[in-house]
């Protein structure tokens, strides 16, 4: 039985928590103010979908696919990226809540997260390569084992990254955000 495809269409103001989405591949879509709750999205495919003031929190997204996806203003919480389909995965986060999420061993090279609020979200053996986190708030999120060669934290905020457990060869930092590179050492920054 093949999955049913939908192209091009927007869904505003949907609650897909009661009335689920149809299993299937959604091509060039754009999602407006919906709420995708606790919604089981597995095995779904997203290619080229825009998700704006969306709730995605806790969604079950086992063998989700998600390529050239861009999040914009959107609630997501407790998401595990790490359990998604590998194949071709790209995101840009913009503005959006991601607080309790996991990436664990995701390959997310030259991501985009902006204005994002990334609480507690675990990157432990990711490959970060030129990720940028713009101004994004990193209030304890892990980095362990994480490749970080290249990515801009620059305007990043709360992090704590332990040079030694990390390869963060060519990575941008500013003079603000060294004391989180710092942190394991108990040295003082003045």
């Known amino acids: 039985m093949s999955n049913t495809f939908i192209e091009e269409q927007t869904f505003k103001n949907t609650d897909f928590t009661t009335n689920a989405p149809k299993k299937g591949d959604y091509e060039l879509c754009t999602f407006i103010n919906c709420n995708f709750s606790n919604a089981n999205l597995a095995s779904f495919k997203f290619i080229e979908c825009e998700f704006y003031d969306c709730n995605l929190s806790t969604v ?13 203003d959107c609630k997501m919480l ?3 990226f790490e359990k998604c389909n590998d194949f071709a995965f790209s995101i840009k986060v913009d503005n959006c ?10 390959k997310l090279t030259k991501t985009e997260f902006i204005n994002a609020k990334l609480h507690e979200v675990d990157f432990t053996e990711c490959n970060l390569t030129s990720t940028s986190f713009d101004n994004c708030d990193l209030m304890h999120a892990i980095f362990d084992r994480t490749n970080l060669q290249k990515a801009d934290f620059k305007s990043a905020k709360n992090f704590i990254i332990d040079p030694e457990n990390n390869n963060i060869k060519y990575a941008k930092f500013s003079l603000q955000t060294l004391p989180g590179l710092l942190t394991k050492y108990q040295i003082k920054i003045e």
Not at 60 to 72: E, G, M, R
Not at 97 to 106: E, G, K
Request: no cysteine; hydrophobic share 35%.
């Open 60 to 72: 079950n997204i086992h063998n989700t696919s998600f390529q050239s996806i861009l999040f914009k």
């Open 78 to 80: 407790g998401m595990h």
């Open 97 to 106: 809540i991601l607080n309790h999420s996991s990436f664990y061993q995701q």
